[in-house]
């Protein structure tokens, strides 16, 4: 991945600039009420990829609906960003826990006005291949999920994607129309989701495990323009290794069935599935990774973290486990706790992947 360089961080908010993460980091107090909690923050950075950026974030907590298992408030996310590279990101998240956490609506929106890089569909595509291109998205991701006690949760969500090329680079790939999505992409199904989660917290686990698994499908139906089944596996674990340390482990596989456009296939790569690599540098309809990581915590507030990974693509489940062809990174990184009274952490890492794939990450609680 292309170096990331954060030089001034006036506050910290979860926003994840793929919206891959979102963990809530309440701060600065600006209305409050008996029900309702209002937080808002500025934010002020640079990285190489999208110059300067400014925006805003606000915290909602809806302090009346409290799932009573875990004490998880619920609460609605809010963000904005504009860079100098003329790149917008806006977002909302509510997560709202019904009937004292027995029922849970997890719901999603991002809008992106977001350049991007494309090396192509594959495992082994070639660093030469890459070429800029500009997509306009709107994704809605709602899910509704039913609390089976003590640990189970099951569920359905209903997604909905339109992603729109608006710029491509001339006599290159995506300008031949040949690769599914290189256009204009509706993605619209509906899917379900199954997870049993022991983990003791969601933020930075030190013991627990976490199986999750879904399905989801997209279908002419809905009004896609593509028809195509997505399966996912999340599992992970968590041991405390001594007072201080912790190990954790993550297998994440994932396929996909049918036409799938390049927004929909499997992107390795990224600061949670694939430390050392660009997000979506390899792209395909099938990937896997398997990570771990050890953190100890030195101090009660500070804690530093060592990890290595490996996995890959491919566009067949019998070529996913080649061995010639694996992807190895490994890192470490320094995290840093906000505040003393909340689980909620800062992480700054570093990686190395494969040939000269490297990245620095900063963003806000674990990979994973």
């Known amino acids: 991945m292309g170096r990331l360089s954060i030089i001034w961080l006036l506050f910290l908010f979860s926003l994840s600039l793929k919206g891959q993460e979102r963990d809530g980091l309440p701060l600065d107090t600006l209305k409050g009420s008996r029900n309702l909690k209002f937080i808002g923050i500025p934010i002020a950075f640079y990285t190489p990829e999208t ?38 990101i806006l977002g909302a998240a509510p997560e709202v826990y019904l009937g004292r956490g027995n029922y849970f609506i997890d719901a999603d929106y991002q809008f992106e006005i977001y350049p991007n890089y494309f090396w192509g569909i594959g495992p082994e595509t070639p660093e030469d291949a890459k070429e800029a291109y500009n997509q306009t998205s709107h994704v809605v991701t ?15 969500t209903y997604t909905f994607a339109n992603y729109q090329i608006t710029e491509v680079e001339e006599g290159r790939l995506l300008d031949s129309g040949t690769v599914p999505g290189s256009d204009r992409t509706v993605i619209s199904g509906l899917g379900a989701e199954f997870n049993l989660d022991t983990r003791n917290e969601v933020s930075s686990p ?25 399966f996912q596996l999340d599992l992970r674990h968590y041991i405390q290794a001594g007072t201080k340390g912790t190990f954790a482990s993550q297998l994440y596989v994932e396929t996909n069935y049918g036409q799938v456009p390049f927004q929909g296939k499997a992107h390795f790569g990224g600061s949670s599935k694939g430390r050392g690599y660009f997000y979506g540098r390899f792209i395909d309809d099938h990937m896997y990774i398997l990570q771990g990581e050890y953190r100890y915590r030195f101090k009660p507030r500070w804690a530093i973290a060592a990890f290595g990974l490996f996995g890959d693509v491919a566009g067949d489940t019998s070529d996913l486990f080649e061995l010639n062809r694996m992807k190895p990174a490994f890192g470490g990184g320094v995290r840093f706790k906000i505040l003393k009274d909340q689980n909620t952490w800062v992480r700054l890492d570093f990686g190395k992947g494969k040939g000269e794939q490297s990245g620095i990450y900063f963003g806000v609680n674990e990979a994973f």
């Open 142 to 156: 709602v899910s509704f999920l039913k609390r089976l006690p003590p640990d189970l949760n099951f569920g359905f």
């Open 51 to 88: 110059q300067f950026g400014v925006g805003g974030g606000a915290q909602l907590f809806l302090l009346n609906n409290t799932n009573r298992f875990n004490e998880r408030v619920s609460q609605i996310l809010f963000s904005g960003i504009y860079t100098s590279a003329g790149q917008v």
């Open 206 to 230: 030190t013991k627990g495990s976490l199986l999750k698994f879904s399905a989801h499908f997209s279908s002419e139906v809905f009004g896609a323009t593509h028809g195509y089944n997505k």
